[in-house]
């Protein structure tokens, strides 16, 4: 089970993100202020209201956005009752109990995860509740609900140690990017690309990632820009997806469909690059047709205007060709008369500096 904690502002943005079916299969409404029937109207409202008791504070993140994401198979296992002990747990080792809060479950690929929010502002003491020590009060609601749901029990940290030793192992004993990437897939982690100072990642079984050049002793980020700058790697977030969707067959899904199979991380690879290029020649040709068909309207608009033995008057289109040619060419001439003025007035003001310079001069 994975739990993730933040806290964070713009209620109407929050509204839209827990409500939205974008990526999500289905969305469902457990509660919102201890009402089990609210509507999608209601529960906006309540987010907004939870706002609006912020702005007596000097709060500028009123929100405290949680959720809760049990591993494959054991989502399939959680009922509602469950989903709703889960927040209280959350709440009773965040310091939350008396908080207003909202639960919404999303199912996306046929997985299901929780979204819990809860209002920070205490109606009682008119102060906004603290979050010191969330993220580690969160682990300890994360250990009681595995224990009380009969969950598999999640590591408290990764063993960064045995990834590193790993890793350093590997880079060691391989001489191309390619090679390093296969034997790294073949102990079981996925080289991925990062994205910012992160260039690269490395995701292990659990689907969870860290940056690869951490985890290289010894061994400098343009070193590994210079043996990998060849090789088309997944981004983290794919090759998290992939990890987990391994873990979970292995697992075994109940009461899912399995699926046919997992891809490897050089297809997802190549299927990423493939879309990529494609995007890219598809483009081009919209964007080549665009002028193609521009440049035939305009010749045929100019010629139509300019034969005189025509005797009907031309057609809108026409028009508008022939008045676009001539539009084009007045701003043209009038882009070079106004920097023929600029330059004008810089010469103009350079002579007026000159001379006040002489002046000064004469005087000292």
Same mark, same amino acid.
């Given at each position: 089970?994975?739990?993730?904690?933040?806290?964070?502002?713009?209620?109407?943005?929050?509204?839209?993100?827990?409500?939205?079916?974008?990526?999500?299969?289905?969305?469902?409404?457990?509660?919102?202020?201890?009402?089990?029937?609210?509507?999608?109207?209601?529960?906006?409202?309540?987010?907004?209201?939870?706002?609006?008791?912020?702005?007596? %504070? $000097?709060?500028?993140?009123?929100?405290?956005? *949680?959720?809760?994401?049990?591993?494959?198979? !054991?989502? #399939? =296992?959680?009922?509602?009752?469950?989903?709703?002990?889960?927040?209280?747990?959350?709440?009773?080792?965040?310091?939350?109990?008396?908080?207003?809060?909202?639960?919404?479950?999303? %199912? $996306?690929?046929?997985?299901?995860?929780?979204? *819990?929010?809860?209002?920070?502002?205490?109606? !009682?003491? #008119? =102060?906004?509740?603290?979050?010191?020590?969330?993220h580690l009060n969160a682990k300890f609601a994360r250990v009681r609900m595995e224990k009380e749901f009969k969950h598999k029990r999640t590591a408290w940290r990764n063993d960064k140690e045995t990834i590193k030793d790993d890793m350093t192992r590997l880079w060691v004993n391989t001489k191309t990017g390619a090679e390093f990437v296969q034997q790294a897939r073949k102990a079981g982690y996925i080289v991925s690309a990062g994205t910012g100072n992160r260039p690269f990642m490395v995701v292990d079984k659990n689907g969870v990632s860290c940056d690869l050049v951490r985890q290289l002793k010894d061994v400098r980020t343009k070193e590994v820009r210079a043996r990998l700058r060849h090789e088309q790697l997944m981004?983290?977030?794919?090759?998290?997806?992939v990890m987990r969707n391994e873990q979970g067959s292995k697992s075994g899904k109940q009461g899912r469909e399995q699926p046919e199979a997992a891809p490897t991380a050089r297809a997802k690879a190549q299927e990423f690059t493939n879309n990529a290029s494609q995007t890219t020649a598809d483009e081009a040709k919209i964007r080549r047709e665009r002028m193609e068909r521009f440049n035939e309207f305009y010749q045929q608009g100019k010629e139509a205007v300019s034969d005189s033995r025509q005797p009907e008057p031309p057609t809108p289109a026409e028009e508008t060709a022939f008045g676009f040619a001539d539009n084009k060419a007045d701003v043209v001439n009038d882009e070079a008369a106004e920097q023929q003025r600029i330059r004008e007035q810089i010469k103009q003001q350079q002579e007026r500096i000159r001379n006040r310079r002489k002046t000064h001069g004469r005087g000292r």
């Open positions: 089970m994975i739990i993730r904690v933040n806290t964070r502002a713009n209620g109407e943005q929050l509204g839209d993100y827990v409500l939205s079916y974008r990526g999500n299969d289905h969305v469902e409404i457990l509660e919102v202020d201890g009402r089990e029937d609210a509507d999608r109207d209601y529960l906006k409202q309540t987010i907004l209201s939870m706002e609006l008791n912020a702005m007596l %504070t $000097k709060c500028k993140n009123p929100y405290l956005n *949680v959720q809760i994401n049990p591993a494959y198979g !054991e989502d #399939q =296992k959680m009922t509602r009752e469950d989903w709703y002990r889960a927040a209280d747990i959350l709440a009773e080792e965040l310091g939350y109990q008396d908080q207003r809060r909202l639960i919404v479950l999303h %199912t $996306k690929k046929g997985r299901t995860h929780a979204h *819990v929010v809860w209002e920070r502002y205490d109606h !009682e003491t #008119q =102060k906004v509740v603290p979050t010191k020590n969330s981004t983290d977030k794919q090759a998290i997806e």
